[in-house]
């Protein structure tokens, strides 16, 4: 019983950061890279067009959530590698 309760406290943490690691990604998308040149509202993009699953550190800089979660925003990503830019 002791161990479920402890299971369960990990995942509602785990969901804790993931939900703002999504809030931290809204906040830098509102922003334009300064690396890929990606327009506020777009993906990063890598030079060959593909999306990336992680906004460039240059974009992150910028957005005052993730300075202030700089560990929980390094680790924040998008699982849809492979699309290119427009698909």
């Given at each position: 019983?002791?161990?479920?309760?402890?299971?369960e406290?990990h995942?509602?943490?785990?969901r804790?950061?993931?939900?703002?690691?999504?809030?931290?990604?809204?906040?830098?998308?509102?922003?334009?890279?300064?690396s890929?040149?990606?327009?506020?509202?777009?993906?990063c993009?890598?030079?060959?067009?593909?999306?990336?699953?992680?906004?460039?550190?240059?974009?992150?800089?910028?957005?005052?959530?993730?300075?202030?979660?700089?560990k929980?925003?390094a680790?924040?990503f998008?699982?849809?590698?492979g699309?290119?830019?427009g698909?």
């Amino acid at each position: 019983e002791k161990m479920r309760v402890v299971w369960e406290e990990h995942r509602a943490q785990k969901r804790e950061i993931w939900n703002l690691q999504q809030r931290i990604l809204d906040d830098i998308d509102t922003r334009a890279c300064p690396s890929c040149e990606a327009e506020a509202g777009s993906e990063c993009v890598t030079r060959n067009g593909m999306k990336t699953s992680a906004p460039h550190a240059a974009r992150r800089h910028l957005s005052p959530m993730a300075e202030a979660n700089p560990k929980i925003a390094a680790k924040a990503f998008r699982p849809h590698r492979g699309a290119r830019h427009g698909d």
